[in-house]
């Protein structure tokens, strides 16, 4: 092979490649990866701020602000609720609460997978400018849907005072006031913080995962966007699981081994006052620990390759 | 900071398929093929077989055509690129300045962005509100600081930057090319900081084309050329062999 080199000699020629590998290479790499995920995680402050700034850039100049986020969804959840539990023909009272908490829950778990889909191939400029924990682009996105799901909740505290107090008995409707159905006692209560925070930890191992394969792989981000759809309507949303009795297989399929159900059960059981079933919480905490090792292996194999991906 | 037989390589996703497996010598870095049949891959070996020390006060400037690797270098020096192979030591807190406005919310005022880009850079909230004012005063932008940023020039972003960048007061400060977007007074300013900061012993690392901009900041040189260290040494000398490299490509 004929050599064009430029008239100015280089120095000595080197050898092909030259790798040095640390002999605890693995070892450290997990380290690493845990090390960015302990640093992001206690850098709060800047992730929190990020995440106000995202909401903040996002309603800039409206009237509303984040509030038209609860307007539209109040209208989605007055109007769907409505329709559904026509449709079903469940009573108004039970159905609408339900259709709203699984909703609201719905939503947070769809943005918080979408944006993790994007989180390091949005964020290229920044992660090849700074040396920064690549962990934090994962957290940011879970704390700016919090936000905006507890603006949401504001539609789920409406929906749950007009129909479980006797503002409903105001209403004009046909037939006989179906009672009560949902009431809070303090387990419940406590129990909603806890499903909450048990539903951001599953999101940082997912998005951990998620945000890696995405940046190298660029159609996974379109893969997930589409089985999210899929999956709002294979899962017990807007229809109950009671449906399902008597058909074995289906529920196995759609809710038993559905994660996304249990996902969204764990938040939205509290919300209706109830607990959520043990099953629920197995695969949810279950998720916790075997996501995370799943993720660290994942993470800290590929974290050194991603500032060459985005 | 101490680079040792440092060299990386890059692997390209996404390039045409119709690279041949060749090495192409020339002052990019070079590209090469690895991997077989389906895992095929093209690499760019943007940095081979570097090494430097520098100590404090050693302020460097790198100078080389475009994909010379200045920039790789930098990154790999701030810790974003890793080594394929060498090493690279860097002690100490590392504050970079690469690209006009990253990390910065082009909606929110200067002065909210410097809250904002401090914490990125790694400052704690009490140490920015401490600077802020000196932040404030350093970049010269008067009332403009309270208007959003995405009003701003790129020469008044540049100000913002190496405003902030520069108060962390770290260790070992990287920049690459942007800082000629300073005019002349900004660029005065800069040095005179960039002058106090190494008498408090630090590192600069400066990567531009502009034989001006590297003579106002840097008093060592590295010329650079398809990720090679052509020359390191006294800051004349390596603008010297630069343009004598220059103007032979001219003649050629």
Same mark, same amino acid.
């Given at each position: 092979?004929?050599?064009?080199?430029?008239?100015?000699?280089?120095? #000595?020629?080197?050898?092909?490649?030259?790798?040095?590998?640390?002999?605890?290479?693995?070892?450290?790499?997990?380290?690493?990866?845990?090390?960015?995920?302990?640093?992001?995680?206690?850098? @709060?402050?800047? @992730?929190?701020?990020?995440?106000?700034?995202?909401?903040?850039?996002?309603?800039?100049?409206?009237?509303?602000?984040?509030?038209?986020?609860?307007?539209?969804?109040?209208?989605?959840?007055?109007?769907?609720?409505?329709?559904? $539990?026509?449709?079903?023909?469940?009573?108004?009272?039970?159905? !609408?609460?339900?259709?709203?908490?699984?909703?609201?829950?719905?939503?947070?778990?769809?943005?918080?997978?979408? #944006?993790?889909?994007?989180?390091?191939a949005s964020n290229g400029a920044i992660i090849r400018a700074i040396s920064m924990p690549f962990s934090i682009h994962i957290i940011r996105p879970i704390a700016r849907n919090i936000m905006v799901f507890g603006h949401s909740l504001i539609v789920h505290v409406l929906v749950m005072l007009i129909t479980q107090t006797p503002i409903?008995?105001?209403?004009?409707?046909?037939?006989?006031?179906?009672? %009560?159905?949902?009431?809070?006692?303090?387990?419940?209560?406590?129990?909603?913080?806890?499903?909450?925070?048990?539903?951001?930890?599953?999101?940082?191992?997912?998005?951990?995962?998620?945000?890696?394969?995405?940046?190298?792989?660029?159609?996974?981000?379109?893969? %997930?966007?589409?089985?999210?759809?899929?999956?709002?309507?294979?899962?017990?949303?807007?229809?109950?699981?009671?449906?399902?009795?008597?058909?074995?297989?289906? #529920?196995?399929?759609?809710?038993?081994?559905?994660?996304?159900?249990? @996902?969204?059960?764990?938040?939205?059981?509290?919300?209706?006052?109830?607990?959520?079933? $043990?099953?629920?919480?197995?695969?949810?905490?279950?998720?916790?620990?075997?996501?995370?090792?799943?993720?660290? !292996?994942?993470?800290?194999?590929y974290r050194k390759r991603i500032s060459y991906w985005v | 900071m101490t680079v040792d037989r440092l060299t990386v390589e890059y692997p390209v996703i996404d390039m045409s398929r119709s690279f041949r497996r060749e090495i192409m010598h020339n002052w990019f870095g070079s590209i090469t093929m690895r991997g077989e049949g389906a895992?095929?891959?093209?690499?760019?070996?943007?940095?081979?077989?570097?090494?430097?020390?520098?100590?404090?006060?050693?302020?460097?400037?790198?100078?080389?055509?475009?994909?010379?690797?200045?920039?790789?270098?930098?990154?790999?020096?701030?810790?974003?690129?890793?080594?394929?192979?060498?090493? /690279?030591? !860097?002690?100490?807190?590392?504050?970079?300045?690469?690209?006009?406005?990253?990390?910065?919310?082009?909606?929110?005022?200067?002065?909210?962005?410097?809250?904002?880009?401090?914490?990125?850079?790694?400052?704690?909230?009490?140490?920015?509100?401490?600077?802020?004012?000196?932040?404030?005063?350093?970049?010269?932008?008067?009332?403009?600081?309270?208007?959003?940023?995405?009003?701003?020039?790129?020469?008044?972003?540049?100000?913002?930057?190496?405003?902030?960048?520069?108060?962390?007061?770290?260790?070992?400060?990287?920049?690459?090319?942007?800082?000629?977007?300073?005019?002349?007074?900004?660029?005065?300013?800069?040095?005179?900081?960039?002058?106090?900061?190494?008498?408090?012993? $630090?590192?600069?690392?400066?990567?531009?084309?502009?034989? $001006?901009?590297?003579?106002?900041?840097?008093?060592?040189?590295?010329?650079?050329?398809?990720?090679?260290? !052509?020359? /390191?040494? #006294?800051?004349?000398?390596?603008?010297?062999?630069?343009?004598?490299?220059?103007?032979?490509?001219?003649?050629?």
């Amino acid at each position: 092979m004929s050599d064009k080199k430029s008239s100015i000699s280089f120095g #000595d020629d080197e050898p092909e490649v030259l790798i040095i590998v640390p002999e605890n290479a693995n070892q450290s790499a997990l380290g690493a990866a845990f090390a960015d995920l302990a640093t992001s995680i206690a850098n @709060w402050k800047l @992730w929190l701020r990020l995440s106000v700034i995202d909401i903040r850039n996002r309603y800039r100049r409206t009237v509303l602000g984040p509030f038209w986020n609860v307007l539209s969804m109040a209208i989605l959840i007055t109007t769907l609720g409505v329709l559904w $539990s026509t449709i079903f023909q469940q009573p108004l009272r039970t159905h !609408v609460p339900y259709f709203s908490a699984g909703y609201v829950t719905w939503i947070l778990i769809v943005s918080v997978f979408n #944006d993790h889909a994007q989180a390091f191939a949005s964020n290229g400029a920044i992660i090849r400018a700074i040396s920064m924990p690549f962990s934090i682009h994962i957290i940011r996105p879970i704390a700016r849907n919090i936000m905006v799901f507890g603006h949401s909740l504001i539609v789920h505290v409406l929906v749950m005072l007009i129909t479980q107090t006797p503002i409903m008995a105001y209403i004009p409707q046909p037939g006989e006031l179906e009672p %009560v159905q949902y009431g809070y006692d303090l387990v419940s209560i406590l129990l909603f913080p806890a499903g909450l925070a048990i539903l951001s930890l599953n999101f940082v191992w997912i998005g951990l995962i998620l945000a890696t394969i995405c940046a190298r792989y660029r159609d996974i981000a379109q893969v %997930v966007v589409a089985l999210l759809q899929v999956a709002f309507f294979a899962t017990p949303i807007f229809w109950r699981r009671d449906v399902l009795a008597g058909n074995e297989l289906a #529920d196995t399929i759609l809710a038993k081994f559905n994660p996304f159900f249990h @996902w969204v059960e764990v938040v939205r059981r509290p919300l209706l006052g109830e607990i959520p079933s $043990s099953l629920t919480y197995a695969v949810t905490l279950g998720g916790i620990a075997i996501g995370f090792l799943v993720a660290l !292996v994942v993470y800290s194999r590929y974290r050194k390759r991603i500032s060459y991906w985005v | 900071m101490t680079v040792d037989r440092l060299t990386v390589e890059y692997p390209v996703i996404d390039m045409s398929r119709s690279f041949r497996r060749e090495i192409m010598h020339n002052w990019f870095g070079s590209i090469t093929m690895r991997g077989e049949g389906a895992h095929k891959y093209a690499t760019v070996r943007a940095l081979q077989n570097l090494s430097f020390e520098l100590n404090d006060g050693d302020r460097l400037g790198l100078i080389g055509p475009n994909g010379a690797g200045k920039s790789t270098l930098l990154r790999t020096l701030a810790g974003v690129y890793t080594p394929t192979s060498g090493s /690279v030591r !860097v002690e100490g807190r590392i504050s970079t300045m690469f690209t006009i406005g990253v990390g910065m919310e082009f909606d929110d005022s200067g002065y909210d962005n410097i809250k904002t880009c401090g914490l990125i850079l790694g400052m704690s909230v009490d140490e920015i509100e401490a600077k802020r004012p000196d932040i404030v005063e350093f970049c010269g932008l008067g009332d403009y600081i309270h208007l959003p940023v995405r009003t701003y020039s790129s020469g008044m972003m540049v100000r913002l930057s190496f405003a902030i960048a520069t108060a962390i007061e770290p260790d070992v400060l990287l920049i690459d090319e942007v800082i000629g977007a300073g005019d002349a007074r900004f660029s005065q300013k800069a040095a005179e900081r960039i002058e106090t900061l190494m008498s408090k012993a $630090s590192v600069l690392v400066l990567a531009s084309h502009a034989s $001006s901009t590297i003579k106002t900041f840097c008093n060592k040189g590295m010329f650079l050329l398809g990720g090679r260290s !052509v020359f /390191v040494g #006294d800051v004349d000398e390596a603008l010297e062999i630069y343009n004598q490299w220059v103007r032979q490509g001219d003649a050629a």
